[in-house]
């Protein structure tokens, strides 16, 4: 994958693309049923990096940046019984935009019995840049999902700071209840929304982002969370960034929350992986296999 310079970004095609994902359960195997893409989004081959039970995808974005005017839209079902995991080869890139605001909805839906891994590596937004970005997932009563994001402001490794531009955030988890008298109604169990803008006061309150560039967030949900989460947060907690930054893991009723605040997208992952190790067993019922992509 290649990237193109912030300059060029604003002379290009605006690029609006669309990535449909359909995953099922076929006997001892989970396979890739629906595989279709509009534009520069795809998966090109369906992995079983550790056993045919699991299937990896790796989603691609060939342009390797996002800018202003781009739309990028992914939509992944995993059917009853089916684990997918899906990550990415490398950091996505946000440019600087001209004015036009660039944006990217993630739509992930998981049937009874569905586990959902969803580990895309680093988003990067540049300086100036107007990124919109929103996932919504939905959960069946007993499904299993985990998920981390991890966003940095700037390029700090060329000492640029996210002094202009704006990025809109919305994350929500929604989970349907076992109560069949109620025709399982989803409630939610997440719901975050914010606006982050350039050179902001909040950038630097102890308030906010207290000066840093990487903030991090991990979600864990699994029904026997509950009863697993007093074990579970001793473990974690036992674990710290190799950067000292800030961070913290909590539980909510039905989910089970990390964060990450610092300035080195690296150590944030790193620290992500090693609490992954650790959540992975017991959401999933399997060791954590570091996919070779992150490796490459």
Known sequence: MTSRPASLATALPHWQADL???FAHAGARTVLQ???HRGPL?????LY???EAVCQAIVLHPPSGIAGGDHLQITVEVGSGA????TTPGAGKWYRSGGVPASQQIDLSLAPGASLEWLPQESIVFDGAEARMQTQV????????????ILCLGRAASGERFERGEIGLFYRVDRQTADAG????????WLERGSIAGADSMLGSPAGWAGHTVCGTLLCSF???PQEAPALLAALRAITPADDALHGITCLPDLLLARYLGDNSEAARLWFTALWHILRPACFGRPAVIPRIWQT
């Open 42 to 46: 795809r998966v090109q081959k369906a």
């Open 20 to 22: 449909q994902l359909v």
């Open 182 to 189: 109620q025709r399982n109604p989803a409630r939610p169990i």
């Open 49 to 51: 990096p550790e056993g």
């Open 83 to 86: 684990h997918a995991q899906l």
């Open 34 to 36: 629906h595989n279709r």
């Open 223 to 225: 029904p026997t969370l």
């Open 138 to 149: 939905r959960l069946a009563a007993d499904s299993r999902y985990l998920a981390w994001d």
